[in-house]
C-alpha cells in the first residue's frame, strides 16, 4: 500500500508589531528600548495614521531600506471598518506588519484597534512594543487612582456642552473616586483649564501634564483651590493630557 500524499505546506502568517511612536523631536533611544527600535528598523510594511509623519518618525531609527522602498497604507478615522481585511493581508502572505501612530502608542486615543481586532480574527499574532504613551504617562505623574480610571479623549468643543461634560466627570470623580482623564486640540488648552476651574469644585485635583518625553516637559498636580490662586500656566501650542480626580494623604482617598 502506498504511503499517503504529504499535506501542502502551510503558509506562514507574518505578525502584527504595535509600535509605539515619539511623543515629539526627542532622540529615539532616550524614550525607546532598543528591541523596539531594531524590530521597526527591519520592517517593510505599515499601516500608519499619517504617513508624512510615519516616514519622519522611522527616518529616525535608520531603517534598514530606504524609505521610498517601505510599504505603507494609511488607517486614520475616517477608514472603513469593512477595509480591516485589506490592511492585514500582507501580514496573511508571510510578511510582518508595522501598526504605527502619528504619537504614541497604538490603539489607546488612535483608530489602530482595528488592524489589531482583525489581525485577531485573521489568526495573526500581535505583538505590543514597549514605548511611550501620553496617557499612562500622565497618570503616574499625577497623584491620583490608578486603580480606577477612564479615558474620554477629547471633550466637546463648544461651551456649553464642554462644560456639562466637565460637571458629569466631576460627579464621576465624587462617586466612584477614579481618575477622569481627556485631551484637547492644543490651542484650546487654555479655555479647557478655565472651564474646568469654573465647573469642578475645588476639593478636587486637576493634573496637567504637558510635553511628556520632551525637554520642556512638564507635570503640574494640585487642588482645584490652588489652581485658582496660582499664576496662568503657559500651555499654548503645547501637548497636553488633563486628569481630574481625587487627592491622595497617607494612601488614602480624600474628598
Not at 529615539?28 to 527591519?42: E, F, K, N, Y
Not at 505599515?46 to 522602498?69: C, I, N
Not at 492585514?88 to 501612530?101: K, N
Request: with cysteine.
Amino acid at each position: 500500500m502506498s504511503a499517503p500524499a504529504a499535506s501542502a505546506s502551510v503558509r506562514r502568517l507574518g505578525r502584527l508589531y504595535v509600535i509605539p511612536s515619539l511623543l515629539g523631536i526627542v532622540a529615539p533611544a532616550a524614550v525607546l528600548p532598543q528591541r523596539t527600535i531594531d524590530l521597526a528598523r527591519g520592517l517593510t510594511h505599515f499601516v500608519v495614521e499619517t504617513p508624512k509623519l510615519a516616514r519622519q518618525f522611522l527616518k529616525t531609527l535608520a531603517p534598514d531600506r530606504p524609505l521610498q522602498s517601505l510599504v505603507m497604507t494609511e488607517l486614520n478615522e475616517h477608514t472603513p471598518a469593512e477595509r480591516a481585511a485589506d490592511l492585514i493581508a500582507p501580514a496573511l502572505r508571510g510578511d510582518d506588519l508595522g501598526l504605527l501612530s502619528d504619537a504614541g502608542c497604538p490603539g489607546v486615543a488612535d483608530p489602530g484597534a482595528l488592524l489589531v481586532a482583525a489581525a485577531h480574527r485573521a489568526g495573526v499574532k500581535v505583538v505590543p512594543l514597549v514605548g511611550p504613551s501620553a496617557v499612562l504617562l500622565a497618570l503616574m505623574a499625577a497623584g491620583m487612582n490608578g486603580q480606577a480610571f477612564t479615558f474620554h479623549g477629547y471633550l466637546p468643543a463648544k461651551a456649553g456642552p464642554r462644560d456639562a461634560a466637565l460637571r458629569a466627570l466631576d460627579q464621576a470623580v465624587v462617586r466612584t473616586g477614579a481618575t477622569q482623564i481627556f485631551i484637547e486640540t492644543p490651542y484650546r488648552n487654555g479655555a479647557l483649564v478655565s472651564a474646568v476651574l469654573s465647573e469642578c469644585r475645588p476639593v478636587l485635583r486637576l493634573c496637567v501634564a504637558v510635553d511628556l518625553t520632551l525637554a520642556a516637559e512638564q507635570v503640574v498636580s494640585r487642588p482645584i483651590a490652588a489652581w485658582r490662586a496660582a499664576p496662568s500656566m503657559d500651555l499654548a501650542k503645547r501637548p497636553a493630557i488633563f486628569l481630574l480626580g481625587r487627592d491622595y494623604s497617607s494612601g488614602a482617598l480624600l474628598m
